[in-house]
């Protein structure tokens, strides 16, 4: 017996000496949990090795790397929150964090933030990220949509070369689709929309679309104006007027149509500024390619995005040493490692100054060149937004871009239907 409870006791001695710095309450180190969505291969191995260097370098503060994914981040997300085992440190999207935001699983970083961090990044990114009075998310990397074009099928046409100085309007780039497509089942543009309603709204900005309205009162109600009509009008009479648009990438997401824009079905592919990496990659030997902007309205260029975002846990017992470290991984010179590695954008106005970011290879120049012009996404904020644009407006923009209902209905849906799945989260 008193073997036994020795061995027990020694047993009880030693995992409070392991687990000690993970609660501050012993003199070992602080151990974090950072939870990641990076995938690719170069992004992957860019935050592992940052954070192998800080590990390097900060003996008292461990760093333990998690690999998450995009497809599961929420609910996964959720069940770590009420199961009390969140990470520490979040990466995700700032389209995905009002509720847990107002739900209190996330830290208000207001306080804690250092002044370098903050005046990097301009105000209009934090906004993606502002909810109420608090700040949830450090936003670091944002994706604008721009058109990839099959050069060579661009420079034979003849058709004006937009720029970012002087790109199309939409109603010019209508008209250059229609000038491109050649019967055969060749068409000037292919949009894959599977996921309608984000590319539309945040496309929509650059007409000045707004869709949702807060009240004096707080309360977002939805109107759908004619400022909200541009962009939906021009794919939906691309695609079934000028038959200019394949109607057959409608429902196809943005990976799935390039076979057929390598294969010179498609003059011009709308995609997030990311798709480069994929096309660099995948392009057959002598297909030529380039970055477009994409097309401008009554608000030039402006385009809403969901910046990719890090986080901290409200029941995180080690805040300041997880601001810490978000603060080193978004460093000017590890954010450029970070958008490299990602093929995107860094927000950081330094980051944005980098050489290897303003090169005219794979689009680059083209990509900063729009940075100026990105808005905080238009339903960031809105509680409610997930449940209306799963049960309310993808199946009404899916059947309107399809011809199978037109304006007037799409409208009515947007507005009257999601209108009663707002009020039930403003109440």
Not at 135 to 151: D, K, W
Not at 231 to 255: E, F, Y
């Amino acid at each position: 017996m008193r073997t036994r409870l020795a061995g027990v006791l020694a047993l009880v001695l030693l995992l409070a000496g392991c687990t000690s710095g993970g609660d501050g309450s012993g003199t070992g180190p602080v151990t974090l949990r950072f939870q990641s969505l990076a995938w690719q291969e170069e992004s992957v191995e860019a935050n592992q090795e940052l954070v192998k260097e800080w590990n390097a370098t900060h003996p008292d503060v461990k760093v333990e790397y998690v690999q998450g994914s995009w497809d599961s981040v929420h609910d996964q997300l959720l069940t770590s929150f009420e199961g009390g085992e969140a990470p520490d440190i979040i990466h995700d999207a700032s389209d995905d964090l009002a509720d847990f935001a107002y739900g209190g699983y996330l830290a208000d970083l207001t306080d804690l933030l250092p002044a370098r961090l903050k005046s990097d990044i301009p105000q209009r990114s934090w906004e993606a990220t502002t909810f109420g009075e608090g700040v949830y998310g450090v936003p670091f990397l944002q994706e604008p949509r721009v058109l990839i074009a099959n050069a060579t099928w661009l420079k034979e046409s003849g058709v004006r070369i937009p720029t970012p100085r002087h790109p199309w309007s939409w109603a010019e780039f209508r008209d250059i689709t229609d000038r491109l497509s050649a019967g055969d089942g060749k068409y000037g543009v292919a949009w894959p929309l599977k996921e309608p309603v984000s590319a539309t709204l945040n496309l929509s900005l650059s007409a000045g679309g707004r869709l949702f309205h807060r009240g004096a009162d707080g309360k977002v109600t939805i109107r759908f104006e004619a400022a909200d009509e541009t962009v939906p009008r021009t794919i939906h009479d691309q695609a079934n007027t000028d038959h200019s648009a394949s109607p057959t990438t409608l429902g196809s997401g943005g990976s799935d149509t390039l076979p057929g824009f390598f294969g010179g079905k498609y003059a011009m592919v709308p995609l997030g500024f990311s798709y480069r990496q994929q096309i660099a990659q995948q392009a057959p030997k002598g297909f030529r390619w380039q970055v477009l902007p994409a097309p401008a309205g009554a608000d030039g260029l402006a385009q809403g995005v969901s910046p990719q975002t890090l986080s901290v846990a409200e029941d995180s017992p080690h805040q300041k040493e997880a601001v810490a470290f978000i603060d080193f991984l978004l460093r000017p010179q590890n954010m450029v490692r970070l958008a490299l590695g990602d093929w995107m954008l860094p927000t950081g106005t330094r980051a944005l100054k980098d050489p290897a970011l303003r090169t005219a290879e794979n689009g680059w120049a083209t990509g900063t060149a729009l940075a100026a012009h990105l808005r905080s996404a238009p339903a960031q904020s809105v509680r409610g937004y997930p449940e209306w644009k799963d049960k309310v407006a993808t199946p009404a923009f899916q059947e309107y871009y399809s011809g199978a209902i037109g304006l007037r209905e799409l409208r009515e849906r947007l507005e009257d239907d999601g209108n009663l799945v707002l009020a039930r989260y403003q109440r």
